[in-house]
Nanobody, 125 residues
Framework: QVQLVESGGGLVQAGGSLRLSCGAS????????MGWFRQAPGKEREFVAA????????NYADSVQGRFTISRDNAKNTVYLQMNSLKPEDTAVYYC??????????????????WGQGTQVTVSS
């Protein structure tokens, strides 16, 4: 089992940047596919980005492609989400998630077994 804790959220103006971090407990972090999801008020949780176990393979939602970058540091048990050119529609609670079974990141919440508590990102216009 793994415990996940997100940090780095906050309030930023449109066009700005934020970097989210997600720290994981346990010794087997490198065996988990890691993903980021987000959920805006009144909307379903949606996929943002995912990275394979070694970080060499990544995939992104169309809405963030070219603006967001997911990366991981297995030595630090941490996954990151660098968010650039932020838009008001990026406002949401952002969650990191871990999947111990797949080789590449799934895009559905049900693909992931473990979740963090979330961190709020608010982008003002």
């Amino acid at each position: 089992q793994v415990q996940l804790v997100e940090s780095g959220g906050g309030l930023v103006q449109a066009g700005g940047s934020l970097r989210l971090s997600c720290g994981a407990s346990g010794r087997t972090f490198s065996s988990y596919v890691m993903g980021w999801f987000r959920q805006a008020p009144g909307k379903e949780r949606e996929f943002v980005a995912a990275t394979s176990r070694n970080g060499y393979s990544t995939n992104y939602a169309d809405s963030v492609q070219g603006r967001f970058t997911i990366s991981r540091d297995n030595a630090k048990n941490t996954v990151y989400l660098q968010m650039n050119s932020l838009k008001p529609e990026d406002t949401a609670v952002y969650y990191c998630a871990a999947d111990p079974t797949r080789l590449r990141g799934g895009v559905r919440p049900v693909d992931y077994n473990y979740w963090g508590q979330g961190t709020q990102v608010t982008v003002s216009s």
